[in-house]
């Protein structure tokens, strides 16, 4: 079955380190997207790719660092230097711009809480 | 600055029509979304009108109004399933998706 995959579900770390959130697609998309979901704010885009080998700064892009080695893979860090990375994280995939409806396609989520 | 407005919460009867307004000011246009979201989960698409007009699909219709930077989703024959988040996103002129935070509707027996 094609889909985005996010792993894992839940993530607990302590305040300080740095973790990597996992999404991995097969539907064959080149543009890959992460964003930050808060309660009662709609997704703020982080980082986003439209190809291999390159990505581009979101909005709130400070304290997160990305990488796109393959078209299947967009994982995202979140660094000790992002002050308040309690959040559900969500990753998303699309044909390229211009190339279609650009319809976002969404994996589970990941819902990281840092104590 | 761009800004997309939706209510925060509605509440409707199980059987019923509800109808969730979206208002949008954003540099360019090439397009309006509306995604579901139930708690917990990821946004699901429902449905894309770059077009104005009403576009149907099922119990779920959408409408685009680009003059008036106005759509709206309309859920018909409500069910408790369809109680959850429902985020309306436009493409800009930069092709970048902008969010609404997102209506939440409260189904009630």
């Known amino acids: 079955d094609g889909g985005i995959t996010q792993s894992p579900k839940y993530l607990f770390r302590k305040e300080g380190q740095n973790v990597t959130l996992s999404c991995e697609q097969n539907?064959?998309?080149?543009?890959m997207y992460w964003y930050r979901q808060d309660p009662g704010q709609g997704l703020r885009l982080i980082y986003y790719s439209q190809i291999v080998n390159d990505f581009q700064k979101g909005d709130i892009a400070e304290g997160y660092s990305v990488s796109r080695e393959k078209k299947e893979s967009f994982p995202l860090t979140v660094t000790s230097a992002q002050k308040n990375p309690t959040a559900f994280y969500l990753c998303?995939?699309?044909?390229?711009?211009?190339?279609?409806?650009?319809?976002?396609?969404f994996g589970p989520g990941t819902r990281l809480t840092v104590l | 600055g761009q800004n997309i407005d939706q209510p925060t919460e509605m509440t409707a009867t199980e059987g019923a029509i509800v109808q969730i307004n979206c208002t949008y000011q954003t540099s360019g246009f090439n397009g309006l979304f509306w995604y579901q979201q139930h708690a917990g989960e990821a946004p699901t698409f429902l449905s894309y009108n770059v077009l104005d007009g009403l576009e149907e699909k099922g119990r779920f219709s959408s409408f685009l109004s680009r003059s008036k930077g106005y759509s709206y989703l309309l859920l018909k024959e409500l069910q408790m399933k369809d109680s959850a988040s429902y985020l309306c996103?436009?493409?800009?002129?930069?092709?970048?998706?902008?969010w609404g935070a997102g209506t939440k509707l409260i189904i009630k027996p």
């Open positions: 998303a995939s699309s044909i390229p711009r211009g190339g279609g409806t650009d319809t976002q396609y």
């Open positions: 996103a436009v493409l800009d002129s930069n092709y970048q998706l902008i």
């Open positions: 539907l064959n998309h080149d543009a």
